[in-house]
């Protein structure tokens, strides 16, 4: 493949202007407690199935890959739906959503229950991984300094979400089936990362509802 536009001028590896804008660095902020949290089903809900519920060591694999199919849509109907409200407008109630669900997972003690856990959360947690990158697209005011400043938010998405996920396996307790600290811990910090991002739409676009962010 070839280049079709060669860039004038080398792009930066940092843009350190960008920390000085507001909704940027908090929307960075949101990101990294946002996979701090996120990814803790996927990793614990088998082991979820066969100490909580009475799902056999089969059944109890397949949690995953229904987390899995609901994000894979999660990942493409709110992005069309973004494409009217805005990246940020659809983020922020899907992660709030995925922060319930993560704490009322604490209460699923059957098979049926954790199904439906299953599906809802892969759903509503997919919009955090595919909706990211076209928001820090629409917190860029300069498109040819996107690519830049998305390396840079997704530099501490993916510390996160390197540190997140044993942190959790850390206050699980499996000898016991003790789960509720690690729930709580997902629920809390992905809620925190959709408060975070709020404040990153109103540094924005002010506290109007109807604005497109």
């Avoid at 890959?65 to 973004?82: K, Q």
């Amino acid at each position: 493949m070839k280049c079709r536009v060669t860039p004038s001028a080398r792009r930066k590896l940092l843009d350190t202007q960008a920390w000085k804008e507001i909704p940027y660095t908090l929307f960075t902020v949101g990101v990294f407690l946002g996979f701090l949290g996120l990814y803790i089903p996927f990793f614990y809900v088998s082991s979820y199935a066969l100490k909580k519920t009475n799902a056999s060591e089969e059944l109890a694999f397949y949690f995953v890959p229904v987390l899995n199919t609901a994000s894979l849509f999660g990942r493409i109907i709110p992005n069309l739906l973004a494409d009217k409200t805005g990246p940020l407008n659809m983020l922020i109630p899907c992660s709030l959503i995925s922060a319930i669900l993560s704490l009322c997972w604490i209460a699923i003690e059957d098979v049926a229950g954790l199904a439906v856990f299953g599906i809802l959360y892969g759903f509503f947690s997919g919009t955090f991984v595919s909706l990211p990158p076209s928001t820090v697209a629409s917190l860029s005011p300069d498109l040819k300094q996107v690519g830049t400043r998305m390396g840079m938010s997704f530099s501490f998405a993916g510390l996160g979400l390197l540190i997140g996920t044993p942190i959790a396996g850390t206050i699980i307790n499996l000898e016991t089936g003790d789960f509720v600290n690690a729930q709580i811990f997902c629920g809390v910090v992905v809620a925190a990362a959709a408060m975070v991002m709020i404040f990153a739409r109103i540094a924005k676009v002010g506290p109007s509802l109807t604005a497109v962010a």
